[in-house]
């Protein structure tokens, strides 16, 4: 059984930064790619970013691009994501998710999720 835990979540306001950190119990974690999705209220679970096993290739959501950025360090078994320039519609619950095989951007082909962090960005 793989576990997923989300921390790095809370409030900040318009244009500010947070880190989010994703750590997953097992020795298997260097086997998946890893993604970061988000949810917000009365919305679709949406695709944030995804990175390979290796780290080598990542991929990001339109609405991210050129402000969050994803990290993996395999020794520690967890993911990042680097989040800048903050806006109010970046609030919602992100998710981080395992898959084994190549990186992907749709929630179903994940095979394990995390309970979710809060991101809440104020104007």
């Known amino acids: 059984q793989v576990q997923l835990v989300e921390s790095g979540g809370g409030l900040v306001q318009a244009g500010g930064s947070l880190r989010l950190s994703c750590t997953t119990s097992?020795?298997?974690?260097?086997?998946?790619?890893m993604g970061w999705f988000r949810q917000a209220p009365g919305k679709e679970r949406e695709f944030v970013s995804a990175i390979t096993r290796g780290g080598s290739t990542t991929n990001y959501g339109d609405s991210v691009k050129g402000r969050f950025t994803i990290a993996r360090d395999n020794a520690k078994n967890t993911v990042y994501l680097l989040m800048n320039s903050l806006k109010p519609e970046d609030t919602a619950l992100y998710y981080c998710?395992?898959?084994?095989?190549?990186?992907?951007?749709?929630?179903?082909?994940?095979?394990?999720w995390g309970q979710g962090t809060q991101v809440t960005v104020s104007s």
């Open positions: 998710a395992a898959k084994s095989g190549p990186l992907a951007t749709i929630p179903d082909q994940y095979n394990y």
């Open positions: 097992g020795r298997t974690f260097s086997t998946f790619s």
